[in-house]
């Protein structure tokens, strides 16, 4: 059983300088839908690094502290890159409400990361609340979501070339 499942409402934030102002809101956001958002930075729009609050907020959860995490940089594509080096974290970057739902249902994410520069404020509180409503119907996705933290294989078994 997760975090979440066992009432952990505890939700790991972080954002670079891109992202600051939108995760100001979207902390806003989870504390008024009951949520704990516990932030790990950056504490301004000064330049900063992605990568710095990306493995912080994957640590969190990998560690069990917090169960879910949102993160918000200028694209999404570094702190998803830098989350997903994460054993256990399966961080996905959503721009539409769509996205943050499949992203639940059929990959288990645990992460939610949004695209600060090529998403409206209100569109990125939709995918946040379409995500959190959410939940991995296992199915026919659990194998395929079992096989992220695998050693690559070709198909067959064997080992890549």
């Known amino acids: 059983?997760?975090?979440?499942?066992?009432?952990?409402?505890?939700?790991?934030v972080g954002s670079d300088h891109a992202g600051f102002d939108l995760k100001t809101r979207?902390?806003?956001?989870?504390?008024?839908?009951?949520?704990?958002?516990?932030?790990?930075?950056?504490?301004?729009?000064?330049?900063?690094?992605?990568?710095?609050?990306?493995?912080?907020?994957?640590?969190?959860?990998?560690?069990?502290?917090?169960?879910?995490?949102?993160?918000?940089?200028?694209?999404?594509?570094?702190?998803?890159?830098?989350?997903?080096?994460?054993?256990g974290i399966r961080a996905a970057l959503a721009w539409n409400e769509k996205l943050g739902e499949l992203a639940r249902t059929h990959n288990d994410a645990n992460v939610l990361v949004l695209p600060a520069r090529f998403i409206e404020e209100e569109e990125a509180l939709k995918v946040l609340r379409r995500f959190l409503e959410s939940s991995f119907e296992g199915g026919r996705h659990e194998r395929r979501v079992r096989k992220m933290d695998l050693p690559y294989q070709q198909p067959g078994g064997e080992e890549p070339k």
């Open 26 to 87: 979207l902390k806003e956001a989870l504390a008024e839908l009951g949520y704990e958002p516990v932030d790990f930075g950056s504490d301004s729009d000064e330049a900063s690094d992605y990568a710095d609050y990306g493995h912080a907020v994957a640590s969190a959860i990998a560690a069990g502290q917090c169960s879910l995490g949102v993160l918000a940089c200028g694209s999404g594509i570094g702190m998803s890159m830098t989350a997903n080096r994460h054993r």
């Open 1 to 12: 059983m997760d975090a979440e499942a066992q009432g952990n409402r505890r939700i790991a």
